[in-house]
């Protein structure tokens, strides 16, 4: 059977001051229509109903889960002890599905990503499955790049002239590129942006990660025998506590031999910071998105988002501006990847009330 696997557990640090520690921002609304994490579940809905959907989110979030989130069973959400990236999450998802279904493929996705073509996406889901039932196959979806993007990772990938498929091998990963590097990937022809977005069996996985993260396999593989029982939340925290702090990314797939990627173009997204909502938003003549009680005068370009609060803007071009009880935020819309230094400062003077 095919599961979905949605990773929920982030903070949203970029997203501040509307991302909080208590609410991070896959549980907002940042573009209508629902939270982030209610539009990931009903995406998937076509391929996987509410009992075939399992939450990995903190255990601080697992209630905030259920009240959004009503008709996915209550044990398909899964509580992680600690922040450990996504490869503890990942493998506590594995032993899960194993317990109930020895061939489950796993289609494991983030909460916090936009797809405007959601039939095309459940298309390319659909041929990566396909290619998952391969034994021992890793497969991830790559995004066909329509720019040279600095933030996004790269997956380049082999393209034999004599084959024409929809998967292809692997040949290596690459990070955030700089400006330069990202138009040498989009000109070679054979890159695409990394999603972030992975199919595959459960004992595959696994049995990937017994070979390449052997520490956290073993703390898994010893938790296995509680799941469904008294003692599963207990030894999944000393499995946590006993794992590499590691995403699966720089875990497994990098070091893996027998990972595919399957090309997909469905107006995907990486909801990562303000800057990115301004993008995806619709905008007025002036070219601004603005949300709340807001007055604007002499300004474009920009994204203001209203609390309870009238915000008024006079002569202001190309900013970001967040009002919410507590906080205010302003920035420029260049700058909203260094948001995440604020909340860094924060913790740093305890000034816990904010974050």
């Keep these: 059977m095919i599961y979905s696997v949605i990773m929920a557990g982030g903070i949203g640090s970029r997203f501040w001051p509307r991302s909080r520690e208590a609410h991070p921002k896959q549980f907002i609304n940042v573009l209508g229509e629902g939270t982030l994490l209610q539009k990931t579940v009903k995406r998937v809905a076509p391929i996987t109903p509410p009992e075939r959907t399992l939450v990995v989110t903190h255990e601080r979030y697992t209630d905030l889960t259920r009240r959004q989130l009503p008709a996915i069973p209550e044990d398909c959400i899964l509580g992680e002890p600690i922040s450990r990236n996504t490869a503890p999450c990942i493998a506590y998802a594995a032993i899960k599905l194993l317990a109930i279904d020895p061939d489950a493929i796993m289609i494991v996705l983030p909460a916090d990503h936009l797809i405007k073509d959601e039939a095309r996406f459940i298309e390319i889901l659909n041929k990566a499955v396909a290619a998952a039932e391969q034994p021992d196959a890793l497969v991830t979806i790559g995004i066909q790049p329509s720019y040279p993007a600095t933030g996004y990772g790269y997956i380049q990938y082999d393209t034999p002239s004599n084959q024409s498929t929809d998967t292809h091998r692997v040949r290596t990963f690459a990070e955030k590129p700089n400006e330069a590097t990202a138009e040498r990937f989009l000109d070679s022809g054979d890159f695409l942006w990394n999603s972030g977005i992975f199919v595959w069996r459960a004992d595959a996985l696994l049995s990937n990660m017994q070979t390449h993260l052997t520490s956290t396999w073993a703390a898994f593989n010893k938790a296995a025998q509680h799941i ?128």
């Excluded at 300004?299 to 970001?320: E, I, N, P, Q, Y």
């Excluded at 009880?325 to 305890?350: E, G």
């Design 228 to 355: 469904g029982t008294e003692q599963e939340i207990a030894a999944i925290r000393r499995a946590y506590h006993k794992s590499t702090r590691i995403s699966i990314d720089f875990g497994v797939m990098e070091r893996a031999s027998n990972v595919y990627v399957v090309p997909g173009n469905f107006g995907w997204s990486d909801i990562g910071d303000w800057r990115a909502v301004y993008d995806l938003s619709d905008k007025n003549r002036h070219g601004n998105v603005l949300r709340g009680n807001v007055i604007v005068h002499d300004t474009s370009r920009s994204l203001v988002h209203a609390g309870k609060r009238l915000v008024a803007v006079v002569g202001v071009h190309d900013v970001v501006i967040v009002d919410t009880d507590d906080a205010l935020l302003v920035c420029h819309n260049r700058s909203t990847q260094q948001v995440k230094n604020v909340v860094d400062y924060l913790h740093a003077h305890q000034h816990k009330d904010f974050v």
